[in-house]
């Protein structure tokens, strides 16, 4: 219907099609509508005057009342390159995980320091999508070795794209030292430093133990003390 003429691609969005768009009250259509709009902002289908009326629509639709709506906003935007940051940290803290986590996991939009914040404050998902991004700066790892729940540690140590610092590690062994699940995710990463695999081999059982020795090359001779 008139809807989706505003998404015909020769029609330029007018500042009209706003008001249309926001005056619907059906759901469907709201997020029929936003679905094709952030699908063609994050495959930069529009001119500059058309994505900025686009990234005003994506403002008013990140605060819907319907969760149903701001999910698709973020699972659709989360890949868009040129997503405004606060659009993205809206959506990024949003009262719901599931409107939450792609934007943490995939948006280039954040901050360090916004992953940072969301971190400290965030719960088990919201941390876990952050310590699951393709790349995890060394600040953001660090702050998820110092305040992750186990499961984002976890996941955190699994990623090889995680850049994870000594301190981190050794971070992660003082509060994780005595959990199997963390021995073994840092016995399988590819590179560990070895004052950490020294630490881990400590509290490891006899089977990981010979598997980290022969995965990791330990020297018998740091092993004595």
């Known amino acids: ?130 310590a699951s991004r393709a790349i995890v700066e060394e600040e953001v790892a660090s702050a998820i070795a110092v305040h992750g729940h186990e499961t984002a540690v976890q996941t955190l140590v699994r990623n090889e794209g995680a850049q994870i610092s000594e301190q981190s590690f050794h971070t992660v062994v003082d509060r994780f030292a005595k959990s199997e699940n963390i021995q073994k995710t840092i016995a399988d990463r590819k590179s560990v430093p070895e004052s950490v695999v020294v630490r881990v081999l400590e509290h490891a059982g006899e089977g990981l133990q010979k598997y980290i020795i022969s995965k990791h090359r330990v020297d018998p001779e740091k092993l004595k003390n």
Request: charged fraction near 30%; avoid cysteine.
């Open 1 to 130: 219907g008139e809807m989706m003429n505003i998404l015909k691609k020769e029609q330029a969005l007018s500042e009209e099609d706003i008001q249309r768009l926001m005056a619907d009250h059906s759901v469907n259509v709201r997020n029929d509508t936003l679905k094709k709009l952030s699908v063609m902002y994050a495959q930069k289908d529009f001119m500059e005057k058309e994505r900025r009326i686009a990234e005003e629509i994506f403002r008013i639709a990140a605060k819907d009342i319907e969760e149903q709506i701001r999910q698709t906003l973020s699972v659709n935007l989360a890949v868009s390159e040129d997503l405004p940051q606060d659009v993205a940290k809206t959506l990024a803290t949003d009262t719901s995980d599931a409107v939450a986590a792609p934007i943490l996991q995939y948006s280039n939009a954040l901050s360090s320091q916004d992953l940072i914040e969301i971190v400290k404050t965030g719960n088990e998902a919201r941390q876990t999508a952050v």
